[in-house]
């Protein structure tokens, strides 16, 4: 098994609303950041905050980046992110379609 660090990977992050979604996706890919962004709106979150559970509808952002990137990536949506806990989490991309792959590595084209 190939023990070297995937070069892909996807990061997940949830936002309060579709304009503050659409912002960061937009910056991120202008910044050459991230290929892509695809924003999913309609997502329910249930979560404990101080103490309560909560239950906020958010749009969740599918980042789809190189892994190297990672740093620079997270200072953005850090910097960009209205929450005050921002969520981001990053998943190493295994496998994937050859091509798309080569694509997402290149950073979008």
Known sequence: MDTA????QLLLSACADLASAERIATTLVEER?????TVLP????VYRWQGAVERTDEC???????????????RRLLDLHPYE?????ALPVLAGNPAYLAWLEGRGG
Request: proline share 12%.
């Open 5 to 8: 660090a995937p070069p892909c």
């Open 33 to 37: 950041l991230a290929a892509c962004v």
């Open 85 to 89: 806990v921002p969520e981001l989490l």
């Open 60 to 74: 969740v952002l599918l980042i789809k980046a190189r892994a190297g990137d990672y740093p620079a990536l997270e």
């Open 42 to 45: 309609g997502a329910r979150s």
